[in-house]
């Protein structure tokens, strides 16, 4: 008897194991849920069906990733990237279909399969690029805005080639009056939706998410956020266009209301699991017998896709005026496939534009592409220093920039950061007269301050050379003024290297890294929600006629303590973070010692919840809170504890306490 739980299950078993894998070697999820779907797919384990009840689950999958596409779509921004969006993006496309479309001519395959593969193989994977462009921190750089710019021009693409897809099917069985009489009429279709949205759209949109946010209630704003993506997805359908059309459009009503940041955060779960679902049916569809069939095949798409794109990106970005070693790092970054080619490659295959032998080579080579982009961007660095001495020279040049504004300078601070913090921090030394030199990676931030005669220069603190030439050797005090842990670790490393005496200053968000950082070499480490705290109750503090030196010496002596008396809090509701990451930070948590409880007549010592990371921090018996717990304390029937730890450690303390 069928059961429609068990495919379920096995999808979802799979998934996460595969997620998990793939998270813990630092590579995109996405990638797991493609490796997932090849394995219990039709055409190896044969799990789950392909069928159309699923093709049709994953579709919406395609739907919320449009629908975040458009929330992304702001005019200002387009206007200012104008030049790479419009001119260098456009042309990556074009020459791309292009050059497919003639090799696919050469190996006598139909025109329309050609154009199919040409829009599929011209766009790159906007998920694993910006993902690692901004692990990298390298989004504002010069190649990461021509990246973005053309990812950018790729999502818009889509929905003309969306377009196109449907009506080339109907060319196929009609003449060609048919076919472009239904082309003309698509692309009318999208002039009166596009007529509407400019002119009506967004007069109506606002009023009525003013009217939904008025009651007040995250359940309806939720509902209508879907009603509106699905609605909209399902008027265009309606209208003969596509579903991932109609989210596009919806995406773009809302990005220029108020509420698009709320609305993204939203929408954020469903986007991602469906979206995960969507990648896990597209690796149902790569057959692994007529990939190792047609290994050579998958070999030379895989090598084509790559050179082709490399060479195209990297000889357009030479050509809109970027240097050598820019350009190759902008092809490098876009050599691979992207996840709207598998939108494109699955339409094609509804409506058989293309043979099964031709696509499965094709989408074989596509996921292989995706696999190897991660390392592909990740050695661009080494590519770029073998064969690029421009390269070099630019590098150069930004050291000696750096060096030169910090010759002469003795005992001076070096500023990681010139943010708001780094600015604010910048302010204050000027007072004081201490001299100071700021790192930063934002090129326009930098400008500003530089034409304003601030002490900034452009250079990545987690450099070991840009560190040197910022004066390391010779500074009195280096402040991170940035929370991030990974880049403040990097620098801390190259600081206990250099120079170990060196007194180091570094900001976290709260107290969850404040022991690893002390550990790497930082002399103080301010955590800001610590310092608000502080920053609070001294001022109440100041109300109830506690003088100003015993105020000091309390923050003094909290500071001193690393924060230990503020570390941990009753975790609340309100208190949830929508990446999940409050689950590392330490909490506070009541246990009421009941009947038959396990820790009833045992020692703190005996039941060693050290050993689980978890502190005892107070112990209330018989309402009377101020019993100091030691080693000996022994609990009773009634003793309320006061634990402190992270959540998951917390869990394991509490079985430990009750049942054993």
């Known amino acids: 008897m069928f059961n429609p739980l068990q495919p379920v299950l096995i999808l979802l078993t799979v998934s996460v194991l595969a997620v998990v894998v793939f998270r813990s070697l630092r590579l995109p999820p996405m990638l797991g849920y493609l490796l997932a779907g090849v394995c219990i797919g039709p055409h190896a384990l044969g799990w789950i069906a392909d069928s159309d009840e699923t093709r049709h689950l994953a579709e919406f999958g395609v739907v919320f990733l449009m629908f975040s596409v458009g929330l992304e779509f702001s005019l200002p921004k387009l206007i200012t990237m104008k030049r790479i969006v419009f001119g260098f993006g456009t042309a990556q496309v074009v020459v791309s279909i292009a050059v497919v479309m003639a090799i696919a001519w050469i190996l006598t395959l139909d025109w329309h399969a050609g154009l199919v593969l040409g829009g599929a193989l011209a766009m790159s994977s906007t998920a694993i690029v910006s993902k690692i462009l901004t692990e990298r921190a390298e989004l504002n750089s010069t190649h990461g805005r021509q990246v973005i710019g053309v990812l950018l021009f790729q999502d818009l693409a889509v929905i003309p080639l969306l377009i196109i897809i449907p009506a080339l099917a109907i060319e196929i069985d009609s003449d060609t009056s048919d076919f472009s009489w239904m082309l003309s009429a698509a692309l009318l279709k999208v002039v009166a939706v596009l007529t509407f949205l400019l002119f009506f759209g967004q007069k109506l949109m606002r009023p009525w998410f003013h009217l939904v946010a008025r009651q007040k209630s995250s359940e309806l704003f939720v509902l209508n956020v879907l009603l509106v993506t699905l609605g909209t997805a399902w008027l265009t359908e309606l209208a003969g266009l596509s579903l991932a059309l109609g989210a596009f459009l919806a995406g773009m009503l809302i990005s220029e209301t108020e509420y698009r940041y709320q609305v993204e955060d939203d929408i954020k779960p469903f986007r991602d699991i469906l979206l995960g679902l969507f990648f896990v049916t597209i690796g149902m569809l790569l057959d692994m017998q007529v ?141 004081e007269s201490i001299p100071f030199i700021a790192l930063d990676l934002d090129p326009q931030r930098i400008r500003e301050a530089t034409s304003a005669g601030e002490a900034v220069v452009y250079g990545d603190a987690a450099r070991r050379e840009v560190l040197i030439a910022a004066g390391l050797m010779r500074a009195k005090v280096l402040v991170v003024s940035y929370a991030d842990t990974v880049s403040t670790l990097k620098i801390l490393k190259h600081v206990q290297e250099l120079r170990p005496d060196l007194s180091v200053v570094v900001r976290a968000r709260d107290d969850s890294d404040i022991d690893l950082l002390k550990e790497a070499g930082a002399t103080e480490v301010v955590a800001e929600i610590m310092e608000g705290s502080l920053m609070l109750a001294s001022h109440a503090m100041m109300f109830v006629d506690i003088s100003t030196g015993r105020i000091l010496r309390r923050i003094r002596q909290i500071r001193e303590q690393r924060y230990s008396l503020l570390r941990g809090f009753y975790h609340g509701v309100t208190d949830e973070a929508e990446d999940g990451s409050d689950k590392l930070l330490p909490r506070l948590l009541t246990i009421t010692i009941t009947q038959d409880a396990a820790a009833i007549d045992k020692t703190l010592g005996e039941l060693d919840l050290a050993s689980l990371d978890v502190e005892v921090t107070a112990v209330r018996r018989r309402n009377i809170r101020g019993l100091l717990p030691t080693e000996e304390t022994r609990l009773e029937l009634g003793d309320v504890i006061v634990l402190r730890g992270t959540q998951e450690n917390l869990a394991a303390a509490e079985i430990k306490l009750i049942q054993g």
Not at 342 to 358: C, T
Not at 397 to 426: D, E, K, L
């Open 291 to 431: 990939v190792i069939e047609s290994f050579v095949w998958v070999f030379v798409i895989l090598a084509g896709l790559t050179v082709l794109k490399i060479v195209i990106v990297a000889g357009l970005s030479r050509l809109f005026g970027a240097d050598s070693n820019v350009a190759v790092r902008t092809g490098l970054s876009l050599a691979q496939a992207g996840e709207f080619g598998f939108v494109l490659l699955a339409q094609a295959g509804e409506f058989r534009l293309i043979e099964n032998s031709v696509l499965q080579p094709v989408l074989a080579a596509m996921v292989l592409s995706m696999f190897i982009a991660p390392f592909l961007i990740e050695y661009s660095e080494s590519v770029i220093h073998r064969f690029y001495g421009s390269d070099w020279m630019y590098r150069a040049m930004q050291i000696t920039s750096i060096a030169a504004q910090t010759m002469v300078a003795q005992n001076h601070v070096i500023i990681c950061g010139y943010g708001r913090s780094g600015q604010s921090i910048s302010r204050i030394f000027e007072q």
